[in-house]
């Protein structure tokens, strides 16, 4: 896995996180928007984490999935010249970057749409639904890409190694399941020649390992994952969470909340259960992603309609000294138990084992050259006492203060248990 192994993301929605306005005006001028990022760096790794991954950065109509120019940096966040002092600002604290390739669609004002009912080269760059042009997942607004097409393959081949070649560390590919595998198969090789040490997740939400497989990403976003941590906490049913775990590959994008969905937060229906989620999320395989507010306890809902991700996608004040008190604990639960990531790097690729399970109570087990890692999660209204799991183990980290008995979790708690090698 080379540095993703280590890796331990940032999620940021740069429109949202910097104030930007909802649309881009015609002939938008440049706003340096994108500066008020390098402000939050020290707060990134102050964090615990080593990864910057952005949203849409690229000039687009909207939300920044419209993409308009591949090429240029929206203007509403500024310009080149912002984009390399931010890499650079990164590269000074050893910050990897990864951008999000919209290369799915594009918005209705992508020049070579515009030119598509006068030119058949144009038109060959976009796919045909019956009389009209197909369009994503029904939205009007964004055009779908010929996938066929040779010269969208190039497209998208020069675009990525372009911004690889400006000092970005890797992608998250947007609505990678709408894009034939193949497609991918065909653009990857020419992008891994020129930077190997690239790490491309594709964005799927179902048939994790088959996708991948077929068009050669690195991993895939873990939604499976996501909805079973939620659910099985709200509803006290850890069967939902131990079968996705079955089925969870180290080679994937792991969350508990991102630009699309309602904050974990919001989402649980007890608040005691947030440091459950995190317990697992930062200690399973995969590459662990902290969506910017969430490490401060913000909420907010996701709804199907217009506006409807404006909750979820805030603005965030000129300095972490600005920060309401209120987000101090689980900020440093988060600290906590990144920290713990840290000291255990081989968690990324672990296989985790269910070691005990009841409805209401779950306890994991990964292993690695005689370190152990067990984590424990009691949702019951009393204390429980779980199985000798494992022998010679230590409380590392936990949501009580630890007593004599490291098997011993109280209600609504969980517990962390470690064992070095040596």
Known sequence: MGWVEHAILWHVYPLGFTGAPRAAGPDEPVVHRLKHL??????????GCNGLQLG??????????DTVDHLAIDPRLGDDSDFDRLIAACRERGIRVLLDGVFNHVGRQFPLFQAASESDRAASWFRRAGD?????????????LNHESEAVREHVTTVMNHWLDRGASGWRLDAAYAVPPE?????????????????????????????????????????ELWKAIWSSLNDRNMFELSWALERHSPDTLTFVGNHDVTRIASRLANPAHLGHALAVLFTVAGVPSVYYGD???????KYDRAGGDDEVRPAFPGSPEELAP??????????????????????????????HLTNR??????????????TLLNTDDAPYRFPDVEAGVTVAESAHAPGGDPHLVPAQAWTVLTRTAG
Do not use: K, M
């Open 56 to 65: 849409p950065i690229f000039a687009s109509s909207t939300h920044g999935y």
């Open 361 to 374: 109570q779950l306890a994991l087990r990964a292993e690695h050259d005689g370190e152990v890692v067990v």
């Open 326 to 355: 209120f987000g101090a604990e689980v900020l440093r639960t988060h600290q906590r138990l990144i920290g713990l990531r840290r000291r255990f790097p081989w968690l990324a690729r672990a296989g985790t084992t269910v070691a």
């Open 295 to 301: 490490e401060q306890a913000f909420r907010g809902e």
């Open 132 to 144: 009209g042009w197909a369009t994503f997942e029904g939205h009007d607004a964004l055009i779908a």
């Open 38 to 47: 390098e402000s939050w760096l020290d707060y990134l790794i102050e964090l």
């Open 183 to 223: 497609f991918w198969r065909a653009v990857l090789p020419a992008v891994r020649e020129r930077h190997p040490d690239a790490w491309i997740a594709g964005e799927v939400i179902h048939g994790l390992d088959d996708y991948r497989e077929r068009a050669g990403l690195d991993a895939v976003t873990q939604y």
